[in-house]
């Protein structure tokens, strides 16, 4: 017998007079906030590809990249809330609530969460001339050494960077920040040596780490990744309650209709927990979590409350 399938066809009010329409009955923006071909696309085309089996519309991706991801969020923020439009958002967005002085749109008031669909986790790794296995090796060398050791970024306010400032507040320990422009040059600077410690995603160190040319050292996830499943978590490895990396979730425009928010919020949870979906975001590193819509909006006001903190206490700032 063959299982029923999922309705999605819901109706809500819409336009001036009120009319009735099914939705979705046209295809659905995304805003992708960086360019195309890179890390969010490898979660939206899988999910993109299912939404259209199940649900006969696309997933349009719409790249929108520039200003640190501001301009695209921006733009997604003034869109009509009709459920047309919806943000694909990463952990800058609370990050670029205390980072900015000024933003022409809130992320708390100008946006609706919809889920957390999934995380990235930063990878701790060092040169491998470094002489240490562990953290606490790590922190206890960090310690001794006259000025701190020195951790590459992709740049001041990027998540490897606050990542590390978390890990400098956390362990108590001095580090000397060295900013690169993107997390390609931070890495090879690492290799040659230049500076001793790196937070990047799974998918960018793990190739490295197997050559040899980068040691890892921990996780910071809250649990351990199936591509390194042998590398315990900073949890694990001494600092409680340490978590590091990039999330991804998806919004739509403040007063969007509550039946579309909870119809998108069900049906991207399914898509995203399916198997062959999770397996091909695992291969990157990339977890699929899920949530609900209340969930999520918690977890989005605690990230802003957290890296506010951290921010401030690094200093970072961009104008």
Do not use: C
């Not at 780490?209 to 315990?232: C, S």
């Not at 990039?246 to 198997?275: C, D, H, Q, S, Y």
């Amino acid at each position: 017998m063959q299982s029923p399938r999922l309705p999605w066809l819901i109706v809500f009010a819409a336009g001036a007079a009120g009319a009735a329409e099914p939705y979705p009955n046209r295809p659905i923006r995304v805003i992708n906030l960086f360019p195309a071909g890179g890390s969010t696309e490898v979660i939206l085309r899988p999910v993109g590809q299912k939404f259209f089996e199940r649900n006969g519309q696309n997933l349009v991706i719409d790249s929108r990249p520039g200003a640190g991801t501001n301009l695209g969020t921006e733009i997604a923020a003034r869109a009509a809330p009709d459920g047309y439009t919806l943000l694909h958002a990463t952990s800058s967005l609370a990050i670029n609530r205390t980072l900015y002085p000024k933003l022409p749109f809130d992320a708390v008031r100008d946006f609706d969460p919809i889920l957390l669909w999934a995380e990235a986790p930063n990878v701790l790794v060092v040169n491998p001339n470094v002489p240490v296995k562990t953290l606490r090796e790590l922190l206890e060398l960090a310690r001794t050494k006259a000025g701190g050791l020195a951790y590459a970024s992709s740049g001041s306010g990027a998540t490897n960077h606050l990542g590390m400032e978390l890990l400098r507040s956390m362990a108590k320990i001095e580090l000397v920040h060295v900013p690169y422009k993107g997390g390609g040059p931070a890495q090879t600077a690492l290799m040659a040596g230049e500076v001793q410690l790196l937070f990047n995603p799974p998918s960018s160190v793990l190739p490295f780490i197997k050559a040899g040319r980068m040691k890892p050292i921990a996780v910071g996830a809250r649990k351990r990744i199936e591509t390194a499943p042998d590398l315990p978590t900073l949890d694990e490895a001494g600092l409680p309650g340490f978590e590091s990396g990039v999330w991804f979730g998806v919004l739509v425009p403040a007063k969007t209709p509550r039946t579309v928010i909870n119809w998108l919020n069900a049906e991207l949870n399914t898509i995203i927990r399916m198997p062959d979906v999770r397996e091909r975001l695992a291969a990157v590193g990339i977890i699929s979590t899920g949530s609900t819509v209340d969930e999520f909006t918690a977890y989005l006001r605690s990230e802003i409350e957290k890296w506010g903190r951290v921010v401030k206490a690094s200093g970072a700032r961009v104008e």
